[in-house]
């Protein structure tokens, strides 16, 4: 090595220690409180999903999107023990087809509220009603088929999952409330539960999902909308399901797979609302149809983004 090397190094090396030195690291080493409440402030979200079919050769087949707009008005604001939701439009735009409405979904209200088991009465997940997404037309009046139901469906279980089950308190296991420091991590309340997963008459009771072990991690700071956020991951571990689809009568079509979703919320830190989710899930099924002598293998990718869009009230 010679001379001019040598300095050359050790002036880097000097470099790198007074950046080292002079770093102020306290915000990254002060505790946080994720589990606060949530400032009595309407909200409005848009959220997309694209479903991206594969063959099994990895080709893509199709992308299907769907785009939802909730605006939630918070119990708290209201005297209420549950957020009012309302979902102010619902898209979908299927592989090779233009972009449509979904007439019956248009200014739907219905309330949230967080329970211990995260079902209501009739055994509904997040309180969501089935019987809303039974024979489902867009807006040209063709019918949805019960698979593109489902997706319909389960954007508003993918929504309340991400923003409420696992961005807001748990009253009785592990929560984001546990998340004091960046860095720290955790298995969530949800890990290993095995909610229902039918819907109305096309999809039959027995159907669930068994999520594996659900972890929350605090990885650090970032900016939203020059929002400053907390960034937290969720990871679900290895999951599967088992479905039960009745696409016509006398007819049962039997599946089973696994699932493995994860992502990133981004919680402002003034008023601990979601600010933005990404998600993005890989599934892989097997289905046993009558009639047909070999099994049908599926591979689907799904990725989704939450998007706070409350701050363009004020523009």
């Known amino acids: 090595m010679n001379t001019y090397t040598v300095w050359t190094v050790l002036a880097i090396a000097t470099m790198c220690s007074s950046v080292t030195l002079s770093a102020d690291d306290a915000i990254l080493r002060q505790t946080f409180d994720l589990g606060a409440p949530r400032t009595p402030r309407a909200q409005r979200f848009e959220m997309e999903t694209q479903v991206i079919s594969y063959a099994l050769d990895g080709t893509r087949t199709g992308t299907d999107i769907y785009r939802i707009h909730l605006a939630c008005v918070p119990g708290r604001a209201m005297g209420k023990d549950a957020d009012e939701y309302?979902?102010?439009?619902?898209?979908?735009?299927?592989?090779?087809?233009?972009?449509?409405?979904?007439?019956?979904?248009?200014?739907?209200?219905?309330?949230?509220?967080?329970?211990?088991?995260?079902m209501d009465d009739k055994g509904q997940v997040f309180g969501i009603d089935h019987a809303k997404f039974e024979n489902l037309t867009d807006a040209n009046g063709k019918s949805i088929?019960?698979?593109?139901?489902?997706?319909?469906?389960?954007?508003?279980?993918?929504?309340?999952?991400?923003?409420?089950?696992f961005a807001e308190p748990v009253s009785d296991g592990k929560g984001i409330q546990d998340l004091k420091k960046i860095g720290q991590r955790i298995v969530h309340a949800a890990a290993f539960t095995e909610p229902p997963v039918n819907l109305g008459s096309g999809i039959a009771e027995g159907s669930t999902f068994k999520n594996g072990e659900v972890t929350l991690e605090f990885k650090g700071l970032s900016?939203?909308?020059?929002?400053?956020?907390?960034?937290?991951?969720?990871?679900s571990g290895e999951s599967s399901?088992?479905?039960?689809?009745?696409?016509?009568?006398?007819?049962?079509v039997r599946s089973v797979g696994s699932s493995h979703y994860k992502g990133d919320l981004y919680i402002d830190l003034a008023t601990r609302w979601v600010r933005k989710v990404v998600m993005d899930e890989v599934v892989v099924a097997e289905s046993t149809v009558p009639a047909l002598p070999n099994k049908v293998n599926a591979v689907i990718e799904r990725y989704s983004v939450i998007r706070n869009v409350t701050a363009r009230d004020t523009h």
């Open 241 to 252: 399901f088992q479905m039960i689809v009745k696409p016509m009568p006398n007819m049962e």
């Open 86 to 118: 309302t979902c102010t439009k619902f898209t979908v735009q299927f592989a090779g087809t233009e972009e449509v409405a979904i007439p019956a979904l248009k200014d739907w209200k219905y309330l949230f509220k967080d329970t211990e088991t995260g």
């Open 223 to 235: 900016l939203v909308d020059e929002a400053p956020c907390a960034l937290v991951a969720f990871d």
């Open 145 to 165: 088929p019960i698979d593109k139901a489902y997706h319909l469906y389960n954007a508003f279980i993918d929504f309340h999952g991400f923003c409420n089950a």
